[in-house]
């Protein structure tokens, strides 16, 4: 999923083979569709390119930087091994930045959450890949923590970052950018959406499988990360609670999106092209969705360039590239 892992760092410069056709999705969009909602003409000129790559390489940096090799050793280079591994999209961090710009704020306000999130997220794919839970010995192409660390120390490396991501949120976020307040409400949401109410729940329902419905196994296991990372930069960013809260239904289904197109594309190779009748419904249902939340921030501000980065989630989400001009 977008929030999961995949074989490319940076999608804006995706081997071509990689990209899914424009055929995926019964609809068709044209080089603007993604803005149809904006009359502003700010988006024409914003370099999406630049900002996707300086942003990774600032993020990247950062998590190299609050990831040191400490002692004993051994459990931190199994911490950076999934943290820094190549191919990460760094799609909650920067979905939280962007939701953090969205409002006139600084960056600066964003990255500390922007990296735990990343901590966070790679600790939620280590417990993932381990043999009691999905059994997959290969992550973006490479082998899985395990497979590389042993299954023990797997463990310790994701129990270690979770907490290491909210030391970090606490000790690193600008006191003069963000009040206190804010900051607890930031460790409250991340905290919500990896308990019990959200990924492990999401977690637990895909490996007992059972009376839970699809959707809710997509909304807590996938849909949850991007809702998280949506309102944790809105939160940084001064948004208002209705804003927040457009914020948390748009991540929620960009999340959740992303999971459904990567079932269709499975089923369809199953069957031959055939079937996902439904479930393609059900992504042209999240794709129109996300983006009816984020025409809110249209209407309210006129739009701009600020939006772009947003909508680009939605895109991707649906398309596998980005039908923006680069």
């Not at 990372?229 to 992303?258: F, H, I, K, P, W």
């Not at 269709?264 to 055939?274: A, P, V």
């Amino acid at each position: 999923m977008l929030f999961s892992g995949g074989s490319a760092a940076i999608p804006l410069i995706m081997p071509s083979s990689f990209c899914s056709p424009l055929t995926l999705l019964p609809m068709k969009l044209s080089p603007t569709a993604i803005r149809s909602s904006s009359s502003s003409s700010g988006s024409l000129n914003f370099d999406l390119r630049t900002y996707w790559t300086t942003l990774i390489t600032e993020i990247n940096q950062k998590l190299d930087e609050a990831i040191p090799v400490k002692h004993p050793a051994g459990i931190y280079e199994a911490m950076r091994y999934s943290v820094l591994a190549q191919g990460a999209k760094r799609a909650s961090p920067v979905m939280c930045v962007a939701a953090c710009e969205l409002f006139g704020s600084d960056r600066l306000a964003a990255f500390p959450t922007a990296c735990a999130l990343e901590m966070v997220h790679a600790a939620s794919l280590i417990h993932d890949d381990l043999p009691c839970m999905d059994d997959d010995p290969v992550r973006r192409g490479k082998p899985s923590n395990h497979t590389v660390y042993g299954s023990d120390i797997a463990l310790l490396a994701g129990d270690a970052l979770f907490p290491l991501g909210f030391h970090h949120i606490v000790s690193h976020t600008p006191p003069d950018l963000v009040p206190r307040a804010t900051i607890l409400r930031v460790i409250a949401e991340i905290a919500r959406t990896v308990g019990s109410t959200g990924m492990a729940a999401g977690q637990y329902a895909d490996l007992e499988g059972g009376p839970f419905p699809l959707s809710f196994v997509q909304e807590k296991k996938f849909g949850a990360m991007g809702e998280c990372s949506a309102v944790c930069g809105g939160l940084l960013g001064g948004a208002t609670e209705d804003e927040l809260e457009s914020l948390r239904r748009y991540g929620r289904a960009v999340g959740m999106l992303y999971q459904v197109v990567d079932d269709i594309t499975e089923e369809k190779k199953k069957t031959n092209n055939n079937g996902a009748g439904k479930a393609m419904e059900m992504a042209e249902e999240l794709k129109e969705k996300a983006k009816k939340e984020l025409q809110v921030f249209d209407n309210k501000y006129g739009g701009g360039d600020t939006l772009v980065p947003l909508y680009t989630f939605v895109d991707y989400a649906a398309h596998r590239h980005f039908l923006l001009p680069l």
